[in-house]
């Protein structure tokens, strides 16, 4: 009996060692990117040392998978749980807006994400996470409306999503294009569908575009002038 609850009481301390470790790395990666989470820094953070984090993780790749699962559980219960939206599109665009948010707001989180292939961070949060998308993409192919492979679907979104996440991560935060994650969104659902919803004034859009393009040949207006007829056009050419 004392061995039994011996075990039990070691168990539960390395769970909750375990759950320091986490949540002192998920804070690093927070505050300073996934470089500032080296084991010395995440180890004093926990308040444990260095050997603890290579016998519960392994090394520092099984650490960052580790973190990635951890943070991410919520996130995908959160999405598993949501109640689907009856048009299986509409749906599809739902889910497509959490994962941009998700991404914008746990930048670290989202470079270790995006940065390393290495199966060890295809962890089972990830894996799960990837299911609720295909479970969107083979309810738009039961519906009659996708009109390329359902694996194809699933690269183009997520190639496509990870990439607009990560240009909004490289613009400063009051400077980010609010339309492009809706813009990119659109483009995929026309490549996989056919069914994206129609820009709003494309002619005049156009029209600006086609202009802003050609200033520079323009000899009439001065510096401060073209700088203002650029800025006009571009948020012409933009415009939802």
């Not at 690093?28 to 040392?49: E, H, K, M, N």
């Not at 190639?159 to 935060?173: C, F, I, K, M, N």
């Given at each position: 009996?004392?061995?039994?609850?011996?075990?039990?009481?070691?168990?539960?301390?390395?769970?909750?060692?375990?759950e320091r470790?986490?949540?002192?790395?998920?804070?690093?990666?927070?505050?300073?990117?996934?470089?500032?989470?080296?084991?010395?820094?995440?180890?004093?953070?926990?308040?444990?040392?260095?050997?603890?984090?290579?016998?519960?993780?392994?090394?520092?790749?099984?650490?960052?998978?580790?973190?990635?699962?951890?943070?991410?559980?919520?996130?995908?219960?959160?999405?598993?749980?949501?109640?689907?939206?009856p048009d299986?599109?509409?749906?599809?665009?739902?889910?497509?807006?959490?994962?941009?948010?998700?991404?914008?707001?746990?930048?670290?989180?989202?470079?270790?994400?995006?940065?390393?292939?290495?199966?060890?961070?295809?962890?089972?949060?990830?894996?799960?996470?990837?299911?609720?998308?295909?479970?969107?993409?083979?309810?738009i192919a039961?519906?009659?409306?996708?009109?390329?492979?359902?694996?194809?679907?699933?690269?183009?979104?997520?190639?496509?999503?990870?990439?607009?996440?990560?240009?909004?991560?490289?613009?400063?935060?009051?400077?980010?294009?609010?339309?492009?994650?809706?813009?990119?969104?659109?483009?995929?659902?026309?490549?996989?569908?056919?069914?994206?919803?129609?820009?709003?004034?494309?002619?005049?859009?156009?029209?600006?575009?086609?202009?802003?393009?050609?200033?520079?040949?323009?000899?009439?207006?001065?510096?401060?002038?073209?700088?203002?007829?650029?800025?006009?056009?571009?948020?012409?050419?933009?415009?939802?």
């Amino acid at each position: 009996m004392e061995d039994r609850e011996k075990a039990a009481a070691e168990d539960a301390e390395g769970a909750d060692v375990r759950e320091r470790i986490l949540t002192a790395a998920a804070e690093l990666i927070s505050t300073g990117g996934p470089d500032a989470a080296t084991t010395r820094a995440v180890a004093a953070a926990a308040g444990v040392q260095a050997p603890t984090l290579y016998r519960l993780f392994g090394d520092k790749r099984g650490l960052l998978a580790a973190v990635v699962d951890h943070e991410l559980r919520s996130y995908v219960a959160k999405k598993a749980a949501r109640k689907p939206h009856p048009d299986p599109l509409q749906d599809f665009r739902d889910g497509w807006d959490m994962h941009i948010a998700f991404g914008l707001s746990h930048p670290g989180l989202f470079a270790i994400m995006s940065s390393d292939p290495h199966p060890a961070l295809q962890t089972p949060a990830v894996s799960d996470g990837n299911d609720v998308l295909r479970r969107r993409i083979r309810n738009i192919a039961l519906a009659g409306r996708l009109r390329v492979s359902e694996e194809r679907a699933l690269g183009l979104v997520t190639s496509v999503g990870t990439g607009a996440v990560l240009t909004l991560l490289r613009q400063p935060e009051g400077q980010r294009d609010p339309g492009l994650a809706e813009a990119a969104r659109e483009a995929v659902v026309a490549a996989i569908t056919r069914e994206a919803a129609p820009p709003a004034n494309t002619e005049v859009r156009a029209v600006a575009a086609t202009l802003r393009a050609s200033l520079d040949r323009t000899r009439v207006l001065s510096q401060g002038e073209r700088a203002l007829m650029r800025e006009l056009l571009e948020r012409i050419a933009d415009s939802e």
